[in-house]
């Protein structure tokens, strides 16, 4: 199982930005797929997840700025980011889930989730 993310970088506030995670190994679309970010001396929070059936949920920090979406076809999660402020500056975490039910896309839990990718920088500055 591996879980690759790309697309970070810097970006000006108001801006727009997709950072994507490549999965191998197994079938994204049967597990729950998540998107946390952490900055420094913070703790890990969720941003987005999505389940088996498509439904996605997303967390309070950035609901409303971000949209998750996945293409089973190219083994892909996408995480679009809709102005950016200098607070998301951030690594961003693809992670995914096997045993997956909607209790772990709501729970917005990083603890919910087994496999993990290395993570892409966005920094968000003027």
């Known amino acids: 199982v591996e879980l690759l993310e790309s697309g970070g970088g810097s970006v000006q506030p108001g801006g727009s930005l997709r950072v994507s995670c490549v999965v191998s190994?197994?079938?994204?679309?049967?597990?729950?797929m998540g998107w946390f970010r952490q900055a420094p001396a913070k703790e890990r929070e969720a941003v987005a997840a999505i389940d088996r059936d498509g439904r996605t949920s997303y967390g309070a920090s950035m609901k409303g700025r971000v949209t998750i979406s996945q293409d089973n076809a190219k083994r892909t999660l996408y995480l679009q980011i809709h102005n950016p402020k200098p607070e998301d500056t951030a690594m961003y975490y693809c992670a995914a889930e096997p045993q997956c039910a909607r209790p772990i896309i709501e729970s917005f839990s990083p603890h919910q989730y087994k496999h993990w990718g290395w993570g892409t920088q966005v920094t968000v500055s003027s």
């Open positions: 190994g197994f079938t994204p679309s049967l597990y729950c």
